[in-house]
């Protein structure tokens, strides 16, 4: 009860109790499997967003950078040029257009939520100025990756799934993650102890640009299409799953773990709502009051690790 991650735990448990009530089908591996796909995106996109935010940041470009990196990508294959090579190009152009982010707020001292509430717009307005309202179709060699499986899982999964890992972690178990932690908890004493917070938050920018461009190579070939207009909000979809995972939008606290049980309780819920034909609005509505739930729920955490710490401190007076 002294972790944030028991939170998403317990309401998984809730969550594939009731539907699996709601309809037989809901246990189908392949009919999960099948729809994990479907969030692929938004994970990789969340596992970025938790770096951002444990550094006390916000960045609400990630969409807009997916589709613009995905816009290039669909450019570069159309003019002829190789896949491996329009793929690289496409993990680093996410990287750069973070990296930038991470620049202007850390160099310029800008706050993160103006600056990337701008680059939001730039983005998704350079990929609009390039496809117009047209849509570009993507070579048959490139469509279907949500297809192919990989040790019994699709590859949009395992993705996500190797990338929540490889992150975990970066973030718990590496001398960057205990910086990232530090910046967050008190950026001015972190500076002080020697700590390179510039570099930590143009890092932690510049990762998340990167899985921006993983997850618009994703898209691209899960949809076989790429308009400008695509994935409207998912930001926020990601910012959710963060946030829903433990992870606190003043910095300093949540864990990789948090955020990947944060999805999979989205997925769950989605899916089983799907299967219940609930509408998309009433979808909304449920989905803010798990996070208004979720919200009390880690103050009640956050108090009861208070209360234990002050318990351990606690000197005991000799007999």
């Known amino acids: ?90 993990c680093i152009m996410g990287t750069v257009f973070g990296a930038l982010n991470g620049w202007l707020v850390a160099k310029l001292e800008l706050p993160s939520f103006l600056v990337t509430l701008g680059t939001m717009a730039f983005y998704r307005g350079v990929a609009q100025a390039m496809l117009g309202p047209a849509s570009v179709k993507l070579p048959p060699e490139f469509k279907g990756v949500d297809g ?37 908890t008190n950026e001015a004493a972190s500076r002080y102890s020697g700590i390179p917070v510039d570099r930590v938050k143009i890092l932690a920018f510049a990762m998340t640009g990167f899985l921006a461009g993983v997850s618009g190579l994703l898209l691209d070939s899960r949809l076989g299409i790429v308009r400008h207009d695509l994935s409207r909000g998912i930001e926020l979809d990601a910012i959710t799953v963060a946030v829903l995972g433990g992870v606190s939008i003043l910095g300093g606290k949540g864990s990789m773990l948090g955020t990947f049980l944060a999805l999979f309780l989205i997925a769950v819920i989605k899916t089983g709502m799907g299967l219940g034909n609930v509408k998309a609005e009433y979808q909304l509505t449920i989905i803010g009051v798990l996070l208004i739930t979720a919200a009390l729920a880690m103050n009640f955490a956050d108090l009861m690790q208070m209360r234990y710490k002050s318990k351990k401190r606690t000197p005991v007076s000799p007999a």
């Open 1 to 90: 009860m002294k972790s944030r991650e028991w939170i998403p735990g317990m309401l998984i448990i809730v969550a594939l109790m009731g539907f699996s009530k709601l309809s037989p089908s809901f246990f189908d591996i392949n009919f999960l499997l099948a729809n994990s796909t479907l969030y692929a995106e938004i994970g990789l996109l969340a596992v970025g967003m938790t770096f951002v935010i444990i550094t006390g940041n916000i960045d609400l470009s990630v969409g807009s950078n997916m589709i613009l990196t995905g816009c290039l990508t669909a450019k570069l294959l159309e003019s002829g040029c190789p896949m491996i090579v329009a793929i690289g190009a496409a």
């Open 148 to 184: 192919y499986m990989f040790i019994g899982l699709p590859w949009p999964l395992f993705i996500f799934v190797m990338a929540s890992l490889v992150c975990g972690l970066i973030l718990h178990c590496t001398v960057f993650g205990r910086w990232v932690f530090a910046v967050g």
